[in-house]
């Protein structure tokens, strides 16, 4: 669903007149942040199917310090694999790193291990591997990555709209006061509903996440 018709879905619902932008008028921009909010809201609620993605960096020979291109402060790692070499990389502390870095002797080679190392200079996520590569290795690093604010009109939701779309008009609701029948806290429970009931369906397309065994 595009963000023009989740912002005219709120707007019907709040008995207000549709736009042929968000951007028309004062009070469908409000709408828009109100969607963008509750845009924010369900996507971390879940690791929804969505919003998974590979991020796959290619390292150069001597350089240990590499930023996943385009994933902001908004990234969280599912598994990092050395493709090249057929392993999964192990998260490592990053105290362990700096007793590796500076308290032993440098080691070069096929990395194995990997940590976060801050944001780079546009704001990526940067992780840092060991060894150093020596040559070229493509880490790829399956990831849930959450999106931008919707902003033009036909971008795209790609997390279910219905949680989106009932706790916008919630949060609408709880602005604007009164809606003329059904109260705010019921549609605040109409969402949550919608929310549980998304995550539910989507949960079961990766049950190894949510079945917990008795080591």
Not at 11 to 39: C, H, I, P
Not at 150 to 156: P, W, Y
Not at 185 to 212: C, M, N, R
Request: hydrophobic share 35%.
């Amino acid at each position: 669903m595009t963000y023009l018709d989740l912002v005219n879905n709120v707007l019907r619902r709040l008995r207000e007149d549709e736009v042929s932008s968000v951007q028309s008028t004062t009070y469908s921009k409000m709408v828009g942040d109100f969607v963008n909010d509750a845009k924010g809201i369900v996507e971390a609620t879940w690791d929804w199917s969505g919003l998974r993605t590979t991020l796959v960096v290619p390292t150069v020979a001597d350089t240990s310090v590499y930023a996943l291109v385009g994933s902001k402060d908004r990234v969280k790692e599912l598994s990092v694999i050395n493709d090249t070499t057929n392993v999964f990389l192990e998260y490592q502390t990053d105290a362990w790193f700096q007793n590796k870095t500076y308290n032993s002797s440098p080691v070069s080679g096929s990395p194995s291990f990997y940590t976060y190392s801050g944001l780079d200079g546009n704001g990526d996520t940067q992780i840092q591997l060991y060894p150093t590569p020596d040559d070229v290795y493509n880490i790829r690093f399956k990831c849930v990555l959450r999106n931008d604010n919707l902003s033009a009109d036909l971008d795209t939701l790609v997390i279910p709209y219905l949680p989106v779309l009932h706790l916008a008009v919630a949060l609408s609701s709880r602005e604007r006061g009164e809606t003329g029948g059904t109260s705010t806290p019921e549609y605040f429970a109409v969402a949550d509903k919608y929310l549980s009931d998304a995550v539910a369906l989507d949960a079961q397309k990766h049950p190894e996440e949510t079945i917990w065994y008795t080591p």
